[in-house]
Every structure is written in C-alpha cells, then in structure tokens.
C-alpha cells in the first residue's frame, strides 16, 4: 500500500524540498552523481568539445543558438543539449 502525503508549502518551501531529495539521490547513487557532473560542462569545455573558440561559443549563447544555463556568474552546458543544438542548426559547423 501506498501512503500519500500532502503538505502545504509555499513556492520556495517546495523548491527547498525537491533540492533536498536531489540531494539525497545524489549522495546515495553514485551513478547518477557522475552522469549529472559529466553532462554539465563549463563554457571553456563545451568550446573544447565542440572544437571551436571561446569568443564563437559565446557569440552562439548570446545568438541564442546554444542552450545554457547559469548558476551565479558560472555558465553550464549540456552535452546532449550541445549535440542537439548543432544537429538542427548544422550550418553553425559548416563554416
């Protein structure tokens, strides 16, 4: 038998939740902590791995080809997002 049960959270009580479960998935399956950190990658990596400049994959974010996120003043990518981008956008490579 399931057992439900229901709170009443504001916003960011439940944002605060969700985080604290992540947290504890996490720290309790390795596996996932390593996919999680090897899919995230700094803006310095990302052009690495796309094999083009820091100045180019700058201007693609602030084009709004590339999808990124950003925690404080750092800028994260995905690698499956990246790959993703460039596969509709194949002109971005051709150059």
């Not at 399956?29 to 100045?55: C, F, G, H, V």
């Not at 925690?71 to 981008?85: F, M, T």
């Amino acid at each position: 038998m399931v057992k439900s049960i229901f709170m009443n959270l504001n916003i960011n009580e439940f944002k605060d939740l969700i985080k604290e479960c992540l947290s504890e998935v996490k720290d309790t399956n390795p596996t996932m902590r390593s996919n999680l950190e090897e899919d995230l990658l700094t803006q310095r990596q990302a052009a690495k791995y796309l094999q083009i400049s820091e100045p180019t994959i700058i201007k693609w974010k602030k084009q709004k080809k590339l999808p990124y996120y950003q925690n404080g003043r750092s800028i994260l990518y995905k690698k499956s997002e990246l790959l993703q981008a460039l596969r509709k956008n194949n002109h971005l490579i051709e150059n």
